[in-house]
């Protein structure tokens, strides 16, 4: 008995090869952009900007960058804090001081993530699940743990370091919507 794909199977291989078309796609460089026109100009209107050594375009005009450093840039500009206020900064100091105790309460203790989190959840006025948590060194003893949450735009930021110093500041949440900035990118 010969079984053929249902419809259903063939629509979903046809919808994850589309998915990562358009995935793949997303990453790449505009200038190896095959549809580029000779001028520079993609097929989809927007114009590479030019180099230093050519003239000027009108800053009203978008363009694509051709700098490495400007596509860098760009391209992690979603690890940026957004900005606060220094009256939000002092607003929120008194949780980094609360923080940083908390952490120091920890130090030299056989604890894991879930005893980390409530401490810092219970300083920072939040849930436990509401507690970014990120370990660096698994062990027995707690160090280079870094933890943060907030409200808003507004993060207070903790860490035991390597040494078992617990320090906390108030921070921007950055622009992808995290408190703790990201470790890498592709």
Known sequence: MTRHPSSRTAAGTLLFV??????????ADPSDDPRASASGTPSGGMRYCPSPQ??????????????????YAENHAYRQEMEIGE?????????ADALAEALKGLVGKPVG???????AAAALGLEPADVEYRAGTPGKVLKDVVVGGGRGKVCVNGNI????NATAEVAGRTMDG?????????
């Open 18 to 27: 589309v998915l990562a078309s358009v995935l793949v796609a997303g990453c």
């Open 54 to 71: 050519e003239p000027p375009i009108d800053p009203s005009v978008p363009c694509i960058s051709q700098d490495p450093a400007q596509k």
């Open 87 to 95: 009256e939000e900064r002092a607003g929120a100091q008194g949780k």
């Open 113 to 119: 993530e879930v005893e980390v989190r409530a401490a």
């Open 161 to 164: 370091d390597s040494q078992g």
């Open 178 to 186: 995290t408190c703790l900035p990201g470790l890498g990118g592709h």
